[in-house]
């Protein structure tokens, strides 16, 4: 299983700034990807983060509002841009490997909490 | 785009009930997976379900993945208070690692 460290854990922030959001892979991974989890709802896929490309985003989600970073197979970082309010959430960093019968499995960190005041 | 609808959205039960979810897709997945989110944590990765009628047990847990793979279903059987939680079914299309999310559906267990 691959150990997934997020940071930070949770953060207030003002609107109109920016926050970036690191996690650290204590094992190379393939696949890496980051989720958003509104209070009280489900995990919606922002991104897939490409080592060495530019990041996958899914419709609704733009580079510029989410830019992400993958400089290598371990470590990958989420930005919330010009924040409002309605970012307020939960962001959370997965990775794909394959578990010990050769089937994917999905690992998730541990979340960032964020309030946008 | 693909939708993973999930039912019930809540659930109530005496400790000591079954419990049951589904998961219903609009596509045909080439797998499903199912997570378990306690209060305030994050998803905790239960099981892959890949076969068409494929069928697995963790304990009180059993999965199952439809025969045309387009739903799924969680049974807990005899719950506990440490079964309290939400529960995700997350199907994927590819084997690609990137799923759709169900809306969850959150358990409760009066001791």
């Known amino acids: 299983s691959a150990v997934i460290s997020q940071k930070p854990s949770r953060d207030i922030c003002q609107r109109g700034t920016s926050l970036t959001i690191q996690c650290q892979v204590d094992?190379?991974?393939?696949?890496m990807f980051w989720y958003r989890q509104q209070p009280g709802q489900s995990l919606t896929l922002i991104a897939t983060?490409?080592?060495?490309?530019?990041?996958?985003?899914e419709s609704g989600f733009v580079i510029d509002k989410f830019p992400i970073s993958r400089p290598n197979l371990t470590f990958s970082t989420l930005t919330v841009s010009n924040m409002s309010p309605e970012d307020s959430s939960i962001y959370l960093c997965?990775?794909?490997?394959?578990?010990?019968?050769?089937?994917?499995?999905?690992?998730f960190g541990q979340g960032t909490r964020l309030t946008v005041v | 785009g693909q939708q993973v609808m999930q039912i019930p959205q809540y659930q109530h039960v005496q400790e000591g009930e079954d419990f049951t979810t589904y998961c219903n897709s609009s596509?045909?997945?080439?797998?499903i997976q199912w997570y378990k989110q306690r209060p305030g944590g994050h998803p905790v990765f239960l099981i892959q379900l890949v076969k068409s009628g494929e069928v697995k047990k963790q304990k009180r847990l059993t999965f199952q993945f439809g025969e045309a793979k387009k739903n799924s279903s969680l049974h807990i059987t005899a719950t506990q208070t440490t079964d309290v939680g939400t529960y995700f079914c997350?199907?994927?299309?590819?084997?690609?690692?990137?799923?759709?999310f169900g809306d969850g559906t959150t358990l409760t267990v009066k001791p």
């Open positions: 997965s990775v794909a490997g394959t578990g010990g019968k050769g089937n994917t499995e999905a690992f």
């Open positions: 997350a199907g994927s299309i590819t084997n690609a690692g990137k799923s759709t």
């Open positions: 596509t045909t997945l080439s797998n």
């Open positions: 094992s190379q991974v393939t696949m």
């Open positions: 983060a490409n080592q060495g490309s530019e990041a996958t985003y």
